[in-house]
C-alpha cells in the first residue's frame, strides 16, 4: 500500500521557520516528480513547490518569493519543505503528493499524504 506521510507543522510565529517532512512508503518514489500543495479554510488547494525526481530542478508557487525551499532524500524515499519568513497567510494545511502532473507539477498528483497543519500567528 503506498503511503505518503507529512510531518512537522505546528505553530510558529510571523517571521519563523519550519521544516515539513513527508515521507513515503509502498513503493520507491525516486522516480516521481514529487509537490507540496497546501489549503487554508475556504480556499482551494494551492500549489506550493514540486521537485523533479533527480533533485535538480524545481519549481515554487508565485507567493513563494525565495522563502522556501523543496528538496528530497530518495535513499530515504523523503520529500522535504524549508520555510522561512513565515507569514500570517502562509497559514494552511499542508500537503505532500507524489506523481505531481500539470504545468512544472501544479495541477495535482496520484498519491496524496493526509496533511500536516501550519499555523503562523501574528
Known amino acids: 500500500q503506498v503511503r505518503l506521510v507529512e510531518s512537522g507543522g505546528g505553530l510558529v510565529q510571523a517571521g519563523g521557520s519550519l521544516t515539513l517532512s513527508c515521507a513515503g512508503s509502498?513503493?520507491?518514489?525516486?522516480?516521481?516528480?514529487m509537490a507540496w500543495f497546501r489549503q487554508a479554510p475556504e480556499k482551494e488547494r494551492e500549489f506550493v513547490a514540486f521537485?523533479?525526481?533527480?533533485?535538480?530542478?524545481?519549481w515554487y508557487g508565485d507567493f513563494v518569493e525565495g522563502r522556501f525551499t523543496i528538496s528530497r532524500d530518495n535513499a530515504k524515499n523523503t520529500l522535504y519543505l524549508q520555510m522561512k519568513s513565515l507569514k500570517p497567510e502562509d497559514t494552511a494545511l499542508y500537503y505532500c503528493?507524489?506523481?505531481?502532473?500539470?504545468?512544472?507539477?501544479?495541477?495535482?498528483?496520484?498519491?496524496w499524504g493526509q496533511g500536516t497543519q501550519v499555523t503562523v500567528s501574528s
Open positions: 521537485i523533479i525526481p533527480s533533485g535538480n530542478t524545481t
Open positions: 509502498g513503493r520507491t518514489f525516486s522516480n516521481s516528480g
Open positions: 503528493g507524489a506523481d505531481a502532473y500539470g504545468l512544472h507539477g501544479s495541477g495535482g498528483a496520484r498519491y
